[in-house]
């Protein structure tokens, strides 16, 4: 940790936490036994977060191709979600930790809604870590969601069709609160990026390590700070432009 440059922060981490059902499955366990354990990691993370002073951290949990999965695993993690965020919701407000869902949040069962809603109200006025979790979320279906919204507000002449700028385009999306992440994580070796925040990572850093999600840990997290300080971000300037600033 003492080898982070404290001013070269990223204001905002997003991460694809992948490999819970490896990791489960090479421990001879049942997938969802890997999704539990990735709730540990959630903790450390956000801890991690916290101490080290990122200001956003947003969670990939569920994405809307997940719904496809087996039924008993899309059971299995929606009680946990419900389960996790009853238990959790007082330690983050103690820390003043601010919770926010995003997705297609009226697919989830009435209970998961509830808990979600429950959670959000208990820390609106937090001023800490804000804490994104993706649930039901698919950014095509975002960029969709945010397409209708515009053409409405073209109907209902609110706004012409030369006012429409990618600004307009980013106020109607479901992150319209946040900066754009500037640093992205994949765990466990896969080089996708899953229909995540496609529009939002136009310039994130994007660093992929093996560790599956259940073995992530503040050291991980770290190493990949470090990585993301090593590189020089251009955002399409020569490196010469950037050193002379
Ligand atoms: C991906 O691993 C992980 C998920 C689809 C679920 C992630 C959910 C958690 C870690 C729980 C978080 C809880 C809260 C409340 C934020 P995978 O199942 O795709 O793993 P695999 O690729 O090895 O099969």
Redesign the pocket.
Known sequence: MENLDLHKLPKHIAI??????????EQGQD?LF??YE??V??RKVVEAATEIGIKYLT?????TE?WD?PET?VNG?MS??VD??AK?VPDLHKNNIKLHFIGNLALLPEEAQKALAAGMEQTAQNTGLELI?A?SYSSRWELAEAAKKIALQVQNGLLTIDQITEATLSKNLTTSDFPDPELLIRT?G?FRISNFLLFQIAYAELYFTNT???NFRKKDLIDALLDYQSRERRFGKTSQQITSN
């Open positions: 694809i936490m992948d490999g819970n059902g490896r990791w489960a499955q997938r890997g999704h990735g709730v990691s959630v969670l990939y949990a569920f994405s997940n999965r695993e993690l946990l979600f996790t965020i959790e979790i649930l466990s896969e599956r999600w259940p």
